[in-house]
C-alpha cells in the first residue's frame, strides 16, 4: 500500500501557483520523496524528488517540512497542459527487496482553469 | 537521448489468444520495470528486472504473464491465455541505479483490449 496521503483533487487557475500537499507521517529516515505525474493518454512522468531539503528544478520545487512528515509540490505558474494526475511516493534510499519498484496511491488530480 | 519505448501502443485481442508486449528501455539502464493499470485501479508494479535477471516478481498476477529480458536489453511481457480481466495499460520504466535518489523514466504505455 502507498504510505503517502494525498487529496483526491485540486483545482487551479491558469498562470497562478499551486499547491499540492502530501503527508507521509510514517516516513523513514532513508526515504526519499518522489514527485511523478501522469498527463492523460500518457505513462508517468518524473517531476522531482528530495530528501531533506527543498528542491527546485525547471519543472516544480518541493518543499519537505522539517520533520519530513509531510511535503508540497509547488508549480509556480500553472498551464493547461500542468493538468494531470500527481503522484506522491517514497523510495527508501537503500535497495532490498520490493522497494526498488514504485508504489502509487490515488494521487490528485490537477484541473487547471484558463 | 531516447527514451523508454513501448510496442505496441495499442493491442486489441481475443480472450483466449496471445500477446506480446515489448519495452526498450533507455541505453544503459540495466533496471527495467513493468506496471500495470487495470480499469479504475491505480498503477501496480509488475516485476523488475536488473539487467537479465528478475530481481522481484512479486507483482505479478498469475502464470498466464511471463516476462522476459534476454541480454539485458529489451523486455517482452507475454500473456497467454489473455482473459478478459487482464485489459488494462501496461507500462514500463527503466531507471539506471536501484536506490531512492534515481528517478524512473516510463514509457508511453501498451493499452491492451481482450474482447
Redesign the interface.
Known sequence: D?KTTQPNSMESNEEEPVHLPCNHSTISG???I?W?RQLPS?????VI?G?TSNVNNRMASLAIAEDRKSSTLILHRATLRDAAVYYCI??????G??Q???????GTKLSVKP | EAGVTQFPSHSVIEKGQTVTLRCDPISGHDNLYWYRRVMGKEIKFLLHFVKESKQDESGMPNNRFLAERTGGTYSTLKVQPAELEDSGVYFCASSQDLGGYTEAFFGQGTRLTVV
Open positions: 502507498a532513508t526515504d526519499y518522489h511523478y500518457q505513462g508517468p512522468e518524473y524528488h530528501l517514497l523510495r527508501d534510499v537503500y535497495y527487496g520490493s526498488g519498484n514504485l508504489i502509487f496511491g490515488k
